[in-house]
């Protein structure tokens, strides 16, 4: 039953109790009717466990020299009918190595199926077979053979290549792809998609254009494809970045998540990356109630983590933020031990032993390859050479959105401590010690504005923060330097989070967002968290517009061209237009895609070119 | 409000267990997740960005109606929240305070909250599409718009707003009371008309002279407010 409130009158304290004990009704009766809910829900794991993803990775060389950035594209379809699939939005990448060790591990955003992303090769690689690893969340709950695989060749030319004296290459190829389709050329997708190429053979710095049509009629058939154009040396080469061969090995469906010892207990990460973790408490019979996560910065986020088992919780942050910490904190104890789980796979792709050998010619192709990056390096800024960062619009709105009230200190005389600041500006924050102990209590704002009373302030101490993270040691908060803090928000509602409500809350942001080098106290547990990439945009120079500005530039790029994430339907086609460098030779291009409908495309065509006679 | 409360609930009830069954390929309807009553960590996961918020107490007991724009009850719609899509959620909008606001189940008990307006993207109730226009630079007035008509260059927003308005005069009559203040907005070509009479939409459509010349020999009534806006949707029906 609610207490009366000392603050409100006698009519009021009868329409608060009513009020209460219409709510405690309505919990309830809303018990007895969401039974069949309950029932229902029941069902749903039965469906979701069908749901069996699958992805494609297409990156746009099979081979790489280290120091080179290696791009791709994901395509993450539903199994059961090819379509590319929203449920998961992020998915995991690695570089593995021939001794089953990750090299390289990020995560991207996933957006209706679709995401791409890069990796800069380290020039720490040592020359060898890897294999690029990618996968949702809700994958690893199934067998690691439902993981997409694909050989990816890395030398490293600073040190010296393995040379085969037989006079024959052993690259040896691993196969990962299980698929039965075999490569076949534009007749397959003739009614899907039409490629034309201006000309098979250019001289250096010409103008390729490939237009892209489909001839296929249906207005709503959207056809999804990534395009890239890289040197071709057939020793090089493997059939694995081809979606088509992709297909799913019959027999996998039989195997699951824990015939390879694992428990497969991964949730599908539809809003953002889930964060698994465990928290030891040893004065808690249930830790894990009333534990908090907060991100902290401009766009803070706070949230009640969900209780998985145990002492095991779960968390689902949004995407569009990047947050380098994780700030774990509880309103009923201290003394949390967390640990937060990796969350890539640990399973090893149990690659066979390989070893790679080049025969003479490989190895010049590789030199000049190798040649044709120092010049790059050489000549050009990184971003040309590595991308630059796609314009992205961050969130900005801390998770309680527009505060009732913002205080810019710099409007105002700064005091020398935050003491004099509450008491001097902020009317609607009261500070004082009730029950023993200080705190920080809000004006409250309905109670304010529908009854006679004014001046009312919540009976129940607000959620306090810095930078958005909570901190309940309010002599702490109050000997921060108040020249750190830039503004103070204040909401002056309840404000309800997972099972807690907290009577309005006080935000101090600091300048940057970023607390300023203030410690925090021991209470909040700082856990360091790595964000989703921001995918780079690929660089590639217009010789038309700019030919006589880069004339004495050498453009000696590998990768002619990337280009993910294109999108033509029946009434608009794509004309992609690039120039082709300094480097003479043979090219493949290759087009993957997916249409709407879960059709899979897939075409190469190599051009040739040709020194320029042009002076 | 405080007598619309039971009723309130109790649409609430007769609603939560029965609104999953639109069933469609997306993961939604595989959860068949329609309640707030977070079953499963799964459940619970999934609604966390909409399922927390500033208390939603907005109570007018000495004005007659009330603040929602259609009814004062709960109904099950579309929400996309931060570039999210959230189905059958339980929303209302408030079109006196701009508020857009959901019920959840805290400890067993009901509570309603607002939805944050800088991360609402839109939403759909009751077969209306609404709109939330945040950028300041947008042609539109930033806020809350029903999207009544969206073709390539033609698109329709009817603006929904309820007002205070005057007294009854009549004794133990309330002394005011919420009235329906709605005004239709027509993009055409990029071009904001604001039109509130026959002569408003002919100038909107100045630069397509058949459809003028339709409007013009047409019988349609453009007088009231909903006059305007069905009759703004058989215009655009020519189109």
């Known amino acids: 039953m609610a207490e009366p409130r000392k603050n409100l009158t006698t009519g009021q304290n009868e329409q608060l109790m009513k009020t209460h004990h219409q709510y405690k009704i309505s ?46 594209q994901a395509y993450c379809t539903n199994l059961s009918n090819g379509q590319l699939t929203e449920l998961s939005s992020v998915l995991y990448v690695e570089l593995i190595n021939s001794n089953n060790q990750p090299v390289m591990q990020l995560k991207t955003s996933l957006k209706s199926g679709i995401g791409n992303g890069q990796m800069l090769l380290s020039s720490q690689l040592s020359t060898g077979s890897y294999v690029l690893r990618a996968y949702t969340a809700w994958m690893r709950n199934s067998h690691q053979k439902f993981f997409y695989r694909q050989e990816i060749t890395v030398i490293n030319p600073l040190n010296a290549l393995p040379a085969n004296t037989n006079g024959e290459d052993t690259v040896v190829k691993l196969e990962l792809s299980s698929g039965t389709e075999t490569l076949n050329n534009e007749s397959n997708f003739k009614n899907t998609l039409k490629v034309i190429i201006n000309k098979e053979i250019y001289t250096t710095r010409e103008a390729v254009m490939i237009d892209l049509v489909t001839s296929d009629n249906q207005p709503d058939q959207v056809l999804t494809l990534s395009v890239s154009v890289y040197p071709y040396y057939q020793q090089l080469e493997n059939n694995s970045n081809n979606i088509l061969l992709t297909t799913e090995d019959p027999e996998s469906r039989e195997l699951s998540a824990e015939q390879e010892g694992e428990k497969s207990h991964y949730f599908p990460e539809t809003i ?29 986020r706070t949230y009640e983590v969900v209780g998985t088992d145990s002492n095991n919780f779960a968390v689902e942050l ?36 390989t070893s790679l050998q080049f025969d003479s010619s490989t190895i010049e192709f590789i030199e000049g390859q190798s040649v044709n990056m120092q010049l790059s390096n050489l000549y050009h800024e990184y971003t040309k050479i590595h991308g630059h960062q796609q314009l992205k619009t961050n969130k900005e709105t801390p998770f309680y959105g527009q505060p009732e009230f913002q205080y810019y200190l710099d409007d105002y005389t700064r005091f020398p401590s935050l003491k004099e600041v509450f008491v001097e500006y902020i009317r609607y924050v009261s500070h004082r010690k009730k ?28 959620l306090v923060m810095l930078d ?23 909401v002056t509602k309840k404000y309800f989070i997972g099972n807690e409500v907290f009577s309005g809350v006080v935000n101090l942001k600091t300048y940057h967002h970023d607390l300023a080098g203030v410690e925090l106290p021991l209470s909040i547990e700082k856990k360091p968290y790595k964000s989703l990439q921001n995918p780079m945009e690929f660089y590639y120079p217009n010789h038309g517009e700019n030919a006589s500005e880069n004339r004495r530039i050498p453009d000696r790029r590998n990768t002619l061209y990337w280009n993910p994430g294109i999108e033509i339907t029946s009434e608009k086609s794509e004309q992609l237009q690039f120039y082709t460098g300094d480097t003479t030779g043979e090219y493949l291009i290759v087009i993957n895609g997916i249409t709407s409908q879960g059709t899979l495309v897939h075409l190469t065509k190599k051009i040739r070119v040709i020194k320029s006679n042009a002076p | 409000m405080r007598k619309s409360l039971p009723i309130q609930i109790f649409a609430i009830l007769l609603l939560l267990p029965f609104c999953g069954n639109g069933q469609n390929n997306s993961f939604q309807a595989l959860l068949k997740d329609n309640s707030y009553n977070h079953t499963t960590p799964l459940q619970s996961l999934h609604f966390q960005q909409i399922t927390q918020g500033k208390e939603y107490r907005h109570f007018y007991p000495n004005i007659k109606g009330h603040q929602y724009w259609n009814k004062s009850i709960y109904e099950s719609g579309t929400l996309t929240f931060e570039g999210v899509t959230y189905r059958e959620v339980l929303l209302n909008f408030d079109s006196y305070n701009n508020l857009v606001t959901t019920t959840v189940v805290q400890n067993g008990l009901s509570k ?26 947008n042609i539109l007035t930033p806020g809350i718009y029903i999207l009544a008509f969206e073709g390539p260059s033609v698109q ?39 039109v509130k009479n026959k002569k408003d939409v002919i100038e909107a459509f100045s630069e397509r002279p058949q459809l003028a010349a339709f409007i013009r020999s047409s019988k349609l009534r453009f007088k009231k407010n909903n006059e305007m806006t069905s009759s703004l949707l058989v215009i655009l029906g020519e189109l």
Do not use: C
């Open chain 1, 27 to 72: 919990g309830f009766l809303l018990a007895v009717w969401m039974l069949p809910a309950f029932l229902l829900a029941q069902n749903h794991p039965d469906g979701l466990q069908q749901y069996q993803e699958k992805v494609f990775v297409h990156t746009d060389k099979p081979y790489y020299l280290t120091g080179e950035t290696l791009w791709f």
């Open chain 1, 272 to 300: 953002g990356p889930i964060i698994y973790g465990k928290i030891e408490n040893r004065e808690h019979s249930d830790p894990k109630n009333h534990l908090f996560v907060s991100t902290g910065g401009k766009a803070s």
């Open chain 1, 318 to 353: 949004p995407l569009g933020i990047d947050y380098e910490y994780l700030y774990f904190w509880s309103t009923k104890y201290t003394g949390t031990d967390i640990t937060l789980q990796d969350p890539f796979d640990k399973r090893p792709p149990q690659l066979p032993a």
């Open chain 1, 435 to 462: 029950g023993g102990s200080s705190n920080f209590y809000v004006w409250d704002d309905y109670t304010n504005s529908q009854s006679l009373a004014n001046n009312v302030f919540f009976d129940q101490p607000a």
């Open chain 1, 468 to 490: 958005g993270i909570p901190v309940h040691d309010q002599q702490w908060i109050m000997n921060i330097d108040p020249l750190l803090i830039e503004s103070i928000d204040v």
């Open chain 2, 112 to 137: 309603n909250i607002i939805l944050d307006n800088l991360k609402i993207d839109g939403f759909r109730i009751n077969d209306h599409n609404f709109v939330n226009i945040r950028d300041s630079t």
């Open chain 2, 156 to 194: 329709l927003f009817v603006n929904t707003q309820k007002k205070v308005v005057g007294n009854t005069g009549r004794p133990g009559e309330p002394l005011k009371k919420f009235a329906v203040e709605e005004s239709n907005i027509l993009l055409v070509d990029g071009k904001m008309h604001i």
